[in-house]
């Protein structure tokens, strides 16, 4: 059936036999002709894991060709998605000792940052900015009598905020999906002279299951409960839409909607209604699922692959943050 959107007189014409799609498809010219959504390696994000320690480089078991790095070997990895276009990455932190005041939020990412800034200056520097790789609970806030307690949270993602940008962060991405988070953030940039410094909120961030493989990259698993009184339930799409507007409110940027495949409705939405930079998340699960898959001969890892980052750009996102931003910016140059 025919969509009711288009005007009577062109219904007639687009029908067959007048109408006939496959004229342009024909060749590789006329698709390439044709074709509403381009790849380029410019949109691609890299998330990396760092902490302490000298030629580290613990893989990850459940993200194949992913590694928990030292800042040394972060820096190989880096400058090697630099060089085939990647122009930035977000780091997550993995401190060596955790605590109730997430204390671990201030030294290792900003040691990185640094490290990077020095000899990478022209990759931006993303940092996540959450608590709870730093947790000895790993809840992404501070708990009070078994409860994640939102406004004394508030200050400390401030204080990392503030630490990550003197330490030469271009954006800073809050992911704890605390209420509030933005505007304590702005207003402490702001005071500490960072007016410049873009965020870029998890804005639409939902509890969900596809996270698992993360949760041993970061180590960040909550040791009771879980994320729900924080993230999203994944049935709510309305209440999606009103986190993004109080993120821009407060002072977001850019906007994020995380997971990726199972939410590109989200990222449509949020594209057409606020007509903001919208970033989305390929999460950890999504690349598993695919290693996995192609692993045992049942997909192909790299026409797959450059499908979901087509079908993120389609459902309109300007900035993809995913596992295979280095493989997608190499595959891109081979096939020009
Ligand atoms: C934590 C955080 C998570 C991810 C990014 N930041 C996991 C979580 O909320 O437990 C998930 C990323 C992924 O799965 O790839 N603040």
Redesign the pocket.
Known sequence: MLCAAFPRSMLAAMNFPQYRPRRLRESAALRALVRETELSANHLVL?LFVREGRRLRRPIASMPGQFQLSVDELLKEAAAAFAVGVPAVIL?GIPDRKDERASGACGIVPKAIRALKKELPELIVIA?V????YMSHGH?GVVRDGKVDNDATLPLLARAAVAYADAGADIVAP???MDGRVAAIRAALDRAGHKQTPIMS?AA?F??A??????E??E???RFGD?RSY?MDCANGEEALREVAMDIAEGADIVMV??GLAYLDLVRRVKDKFGYPVAV???????AMLKAASANGWLDEKAVALEMMTAFRRAGADII?S?WATDVARWLSETR
């Open positions: 998330p997550f996540d959450c608590l709870c790789e992404c992911s704890d999906m998890y961030k509890a969900s596809f996270y698992g493989p993360f949760r990259a970061a960040n698993a909550p994320r993230q995380k997971p998340y390929n999460v950890s699960g999504e690349y943050l596992y």
